[in-house]
């Protein structure tokens, strides 16, 4: 298995501002994935992360807003720029296991709750 | 594109009583299909899991079968506790060009009373 940690575990943050979450897994993985889950909705993909290479962004996902940084094989930052009360979320970071080459398992941080006034 | 579809929140029960959440899956072929659970305040954990039609997947006391028939795989526990109070996500897995991703339903919030 993996175990991931995320830093901040929540944050109260001012319009206009930045926040960068950290997280840190506990073994090397190729694939780490930033989701956001909105009050009351599910997870949505914000960008796959790669190490060594750029992130991946989904659509409607920029890199302007949510830069990804991925500097090794355990640990990677997501920064929410010029935040709005819209990006009021919780965001998660994964990462996938494979499992015997049947299936990829996918484990989550804690995530970081974050509340934008 | 592959997509579930999982019935809407949320549900309330009684301490014992049976608990089934419905999700259903659009794919073609036949996909891994997962539930996660998400305890209050926690991230999100592997509750089950199955990898090929017809399988069942089980874990502290819930269930799911593959079913190809109904494209469904439906989550049921027999005697729910309290401590089973938490949101569940029924999910597959992106076969295209974003492997080791996850497309989730919706959540559907389970809080169980005494």
């Known amino acids: 298995s993996a175990v991931i940690s995320q830093k901040p575990s929540r944050d109260i943050c001012q319009r206009g501002t930045s926040l960068t979450i950290q997280c840190q897994v506990d073994s090397q993985v190729t694939m780490m994935f930033w989701y956001r889950q909105q009050p009351g909705q599910s997870l949505t993909l914000i960008a796959t992360a790669n190490q060594g290479s750029e992130a991946t962004y989904e659509s409607g996902f920029v890199i302007d807003k949510f830069p990804i940084s991925r500097p090794n094989l355990t640990f990677s930052t997501l920064t929410v720029s010029n935040m709005s009360p819209e990006d009021s979320s919780i965001y998660l970071c994964?990462?996938?296991?494979?499992?015997?080459?049947?299936?990829?398992?996918?484990?989550f941080g804690p995530g970081t709750r974050l509340t934008v006034l | 594109g592959d997509s579930v579809t999982q019935m809407e929140g949320p549900v309330t029960l009684s301490e014992e009583a049976f608990l089934t959440i419905n999700c259903t899956y659009t794919a073609t072929g036949y996909p891994s299909l997962f539930w996660y659970v998400q305890y209050p305040g926690e991230g999100l954990q592997l509750l089950l899991k199955?990898?090929?039609?017809?399988d069942k997947g089980s874990n502290k006391g819930f269930e799911a079968t593959y079913r190809k028939e109904t494209t469904s795989f439906h989550l049921e526990k027999g005697s729910v506790q309290v401590s089973d109070s938490a949101v569940y996500f029924c999910a597959l897995p992106d076969r295209g060009s974003t492997l080791g991703r996850l497309y989730f339903g919706r959540g559907t919030q389970l809080t169980v009373w005494p």
């Open positions: 994964s990462v996938t296991l494979r499992r015997g080459g049947i299936y990829n398992e996918q484990f």
């Open positions: 199955a990898t090929k039609a017809d």
